[in-house]
């Protein structure tokens, strides 16, 4: 069969990676792709806003199955579009993607079912917001409603740095603001909580940390992610249940009272206090860089859980996995997450073969007359199994080491709580 994915990052090259050695596939394509995913599949620089150029490649190169791996297109409603050409599509239709697309529905959804998150307000203008603050404890959590890669969530401390995100945030600095939500600051340890979805039912695809903040000890600006490890050391089978029942089960029920299933993965970022789970937000994909962090543990070939997901089959496959810690540490560009010199160029290269449970991922590359070129902020993910997760990291370390990029950085404390010093 001809599969296609939907991405450019270090997920969608190892979704590829991971689907490659199937003898169901023929061949895969990428949209755009990395240097990676060119070794492995046919990269197609198409844009992805357009969904009429995307359909009518699909259906002349009779591409049997999409897997969209990133949230615009999935919020923008692609799954839809395609679905209604009788293309088959891996992930989540329109309205369900609202769960990462809009904040404040998924926040209302809380608010109906119980599901257990920190206390909010939505506030329509700046001095409504300001008001509230008024008789407000700190730190306070201020967001942006809409799609932010990230960024548009503000810790404040104090009502100086509250003021200035409901500044930044209504005058635009996310795209037009209506409102924005003010909600009470949790304190515990952050885990994220993978599920994967048929429409009928779903299955758990792991756990992991990753660490968000540029600098080491989790400080700095916040980030697409740094690393991340799998699984979370929080995980234990009476926390599972209390995210099923309270978190999982309850925002599907919320669904189908739309009209609605859920068919792709479903990212459930948590925080855990006294071993109780409480909603961030939802992520209606993989997360980056997550999602290479857990399926070089996955036994099962991916490509037969997404088929089984795309023919409402999940029930009749048995997801396993290798018991083994996995860790990833994203070596970026100088500058990321601000201003980043392009195209330049990542010597040594070649000199980075890999051993069993050892992998890289491409995120931010493009190759050029055979050579490897920086174009993107994350650059390449170094992914290690092992037994424990401080030999991983000291694995992927050396690596990094002899890479030798003087045109990047890392950071060399991915997974401090899990690694004893
Ligand atoms: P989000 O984009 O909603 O995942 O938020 C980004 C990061 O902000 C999260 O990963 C948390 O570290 C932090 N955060 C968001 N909401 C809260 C909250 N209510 N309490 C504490 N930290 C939060
Ligand atoms: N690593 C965070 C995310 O993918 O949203």
């Given at each position: 069969m001809k599969v296609g994915i939907i991405g450019s990052g270090g997920r969608e090259h190892s979704i590829c990676q991971m689907i490659?050695?199937?003898?169901?596939?023929n061949e895969i394509f990428c949209f755009p792709g990395n240097a990676g995913t060119e070794d492995i599949a046919r990269n197609i620089d198409l844009d992805l806003d357009n969904f009429e150029n995307i359909k009518k490649f699909i259906l002349e190169n009779e591409i049997d199955l999409i897997v969209v791996g990133p949230e615009n297109p999935l919020v923008n409603g692609l799954v839809d579009y395609l679905e209604k050409y009788k293309i088959k599509v891996f992930g989540p239709n329109k309205v369900a993607s609202q769960l990462e697309g809009s904040k404040i529905f998924t926040k209302k959804l809380c608010q109906k079912f119980n599901i257990p998150t920190a206390n909010f307000g939505i506030f329509k203008n700046k001095s409504d917001s300001k008001q509230f603050l008024k008789k407000s404890n700190y730190p306070i959590v201020i967001k942006a409603d809409?799609?932010?890669?990230?960024?548009?969530?503000y810790i404040c401390n104090n009502e100086n740095e509250a003021h200035s995100a409901i500044e930044e945030i209504f005058d635009g600095?996310?795209?037009?603001?209506e409102n924005l939500l003010i909600e009470e600051f949790l304190d515990g340890e952050e885990m994220s909580f993978f599920t994967i979805h048929d429409g009928k039912i779903f299955k758990n695809f792991g756990t992991a940390q990753d660490h968000k903040?540029?600098?080491?000890?989790?400080?700095?600006k916040n980030t697409g992610g740094m690393g991340a490890y799998s699984p979370?050391?929080?995980?234990?089978n009476d926390l599972e249940k209390k995210i099923i029942n309270k978190i999982i089960n309850p925002t599907l029920k919320g669904l189908t009272e739309l009209g609605c299933s859920y068919k792709g993965f479903l990212y459930a970022g948590l925080m855990i206090v006294k071993n109780e789970p409480y909603l961030i937000e939802y992520n209606v994909r993989m997360g980056d860089p997550e999602c290479q962090t857990i399926?070089?543990?996955?036994?099962?070939n991916l490509i037969d859980i997404l088929i089984a997901c795309c023919e409402n089959k999940l029930h009749k496959i048995d997801i396993e996995w290798y018991d083994k810690k996995s860790l990833c540490i994203v070596l970026c560009s100088n500058g990321y997450p601000d201003k980043y010199q392009k195209n330049v160029k990542i010597k040594?290269?070649?000199?980075?073969k890999l051993k069993k449970n050892e992998f890289l991922f491409h995120a931010g590359t493009v190759k050029q007359n055979g050579e490897i070129y920086a174009i993107g902020g994350r650059v390449l993910n170094y992914v290690c199994l092992s037994e424990d997760f401080k030999t991983a990291k000291e694995n992927i370390i050396n690596r990094l080491t002899k890479l030798n990029w003087v045109n990047g950085f890392y950071r060399k404390d991915i997974g401090y709580k899990v690694i004893k010093q």
């Open positions: 490659k050695n199937s003898k169901k596939i809409n799609l932010a890669s990230g960024k548009g969530v600095k996310f795209g037009k603001a903040r540029v600098l080491e000890g989790d400080q700095g979370s050391r929080l995980i234990n399926l070089p543990k996955l036994k099962t040594n290269f070649d000199q980075t």
